[in-house]
């Protein structure tokens, strides 16, 4: 199911067949490079995948496949995850990683720009945070660039350092 067209992508719900695309990012040790878990395996993605159709059942949102438009090609994903419990709230945290390959092209701005904008206008959630390491200089970029703000630093169970919080809150 599409659920969002920017000029070069589409974002679509993933589905089980997505496993080796996503295997293919979370099994880079570069695009792990700023998860406090490293690389996952197979079973770990086909859980996490799991869990994205769970999400899409329970909360109408999840995480999305990322589909280069030109190639048809899942380059990554991008979406929103609910946490009942982030630094003492219940958040929506937007998250998202794509293939190396794929890295400096302006996509993951281009995809965030489209999420936040569907969170905010369509699913109207007040708020969405993202979680971001510090020393991950793209990421941050990506989120300031989409209009996100720096709220407080996050240091969360089993992590070694802080996360940045940034955050978008809709219009009063
Ligand atoms: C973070 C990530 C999604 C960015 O994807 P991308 O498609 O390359 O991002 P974009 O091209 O849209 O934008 C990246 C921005 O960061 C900038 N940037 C990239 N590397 C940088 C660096 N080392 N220092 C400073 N700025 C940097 C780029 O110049 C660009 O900004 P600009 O448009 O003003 O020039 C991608 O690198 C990735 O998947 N990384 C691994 C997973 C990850 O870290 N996810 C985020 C977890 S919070």
């Known amino acids: ?3 969002l067209e920017t000029r070069r992508l589409l974002l679509r719900r993933l589905e089980p067949r997505d496993a080796p695309a996503l295997l293919a990012v979370f099994g880079d040790p570069e695009a792990m490079r700023f998860s406090d878990h490293g690389v996952r395996d197979l079973p770990w993605v086909e859980g996490w995948l799991a869990g994205c159709l769970e999400s899409y059942r329970q909360r109408g949102f999840g995480p999305y496949a990322v589909v280069e438009r030109e190639s048809g090609e899942v380059v ?3 979406g929103l995850t ?3 419990d982030l630094g003492g709230r219940p958040e929506v ?3 998202y990683r794509l293939a ?3 890295w400096g092209r302006g996509y993951a701005s281009e995809a965030v720009a489209a999420l936040l904008a569907y969170a905010i206008h369509t699913l109207r959630l007040r708020r969405v945070v993202a979680q971001i390491d510090p020393h991950n200089p ?7 660039k989409a209009g996100m703000r720096y709220e407080r630093d996050l240091l969360l169970e089993g992590y070694t350092h802080p996360d940045r ?3 978008v809150t809709a219009p009063p």
């Open 1 to 3: 199911m599409i659920v």
């Open 76 to 78: 990554g994903y991008c």
């Open 82 to 84: 609910h946490h009942p």
């Open 93 to 95: 945290a937007l998250g």
């Open 100 to 102: 190396r390959s794929r």
């Open 138 to 144: 793209a990421s941050v970029r990506v989120a300031e």
């Open 165 to 167: 919080l940034y955050v």
